[in-house]
């Protein structure tokens, strides 16, 4: 499915292709939660690196999280890329060198009409904000961490 998808001020406009469109991973972590959850969460889809095509490039910034560092104990910049707009601040996409292939935007600067997910994660509550009431639908999967579960896997599994 080709997804279209944009900022807030319209300075940037960009396309992709994804297999996975179903918006129904929701991320309650502190990095999701602060940079594109208003609602105490944020929505990634999967999408194909290599289609990403952006109108206004020179509009989008990019920010590394600050994320714990396991072998230090001390803290250090995520390799993961959060693409935002420099003009309004919407986010935009999710890109990691560690995953070149895929690319993950974010669903709330989609302009396409997403299919309803007939079943929705809900995954890091272990970080979620106190003030955050997750809304759990009788399919929905819980989890404090990450699932086990990919994106690809989800939709093979779910939509048939």
Same mark, same amino acid.
């Given at each position: 499915?080709?997804?279209? #998808?944009?900022?807030?001020?319209?300075?940037?406009?960009?396309?992709?292709?994804?297999?996975?469109? &179903?918006?129904?991973?929701?991320? &309650?972590? =502190?990095?999701?939660?602060?940079?594109?959850?208003? #609602?105490?969460?944020?929505?990634?889809?999967?999408? $194909? &690196?290599?289609?990403?095509?952006?109108?206004?490039?020179?509009?989008?910034?990019?920010?590394?999280?600050?994320?714990? $560092?396991?072998?230090?104990?001390?803290?250090?910049?995520?390799?993961? %890329?959060?693409?935002?707009?420099?003009?309004? #601040?919407?986010?935009? *996409?999710?890109? $990691?060198?560690? *995953?070149?292939?895929?690319?993950?935007?974010?669903? =709330?600067?989609?302009?396409?009409?997403?299919?309803?997910?007939?079943?929705?994660?809900?995954?890091?509550?272990?970080?979620?904000? =106190? *003030?955050?009431?997750? =809304?759990?639908?009788?399919?929905?999967?819980?989890? $404090?961490? &990450?699932?086990?579960?990919?994106?690809?896997? *989800?939709? %093979?599994?779910?939509?048939?």
């Amino acid at each position: 499915m080709q997804l279209e #998808g944009s900022c807030h001020c319209g300075s940037v406009h960009f396309t992709v292709e994804s297999s996975q469109p &179903y918006p129904f991973n929701q991320c &309650y972590c =502190s990095i999701c939660r602060k940079t594109a959850g208003g #609602g105490g969460y944020a929505i990634n889809l999967g999408a $194909d &690196y290599a289609t990403l095509e952006v109108e206004g490039e020179e509009q989008v910034s990019v920010y590394h999280a600050i994320i714990n $560092d396991p072998e230090t104990g001390g803290k250090k910049e995520s390799p993961g %890329q959060r693409h935002f707009c420099k003009r309004c #601040g919407s986010a935009l *996409w999710l890109w $990691d060198p560690r *995953w070149p292939e895929q690319v993950h935007p974010f669903a =709330s600067a989609i302009d396409t009409e997403l299919p309803i997910p007939p079943e929705r994660t809900h995954m890091m509550l272990g970080s979620k904000a =106190s *003030w955050v009431n997750v =809304s759990k639908a009788p399919a929905d999967s819980l989890f $404090d961490e &990450y699932p086990q579960e990919s994106l690809a896997q *989800w939709h %093979q599994r779910v939509i048939k």
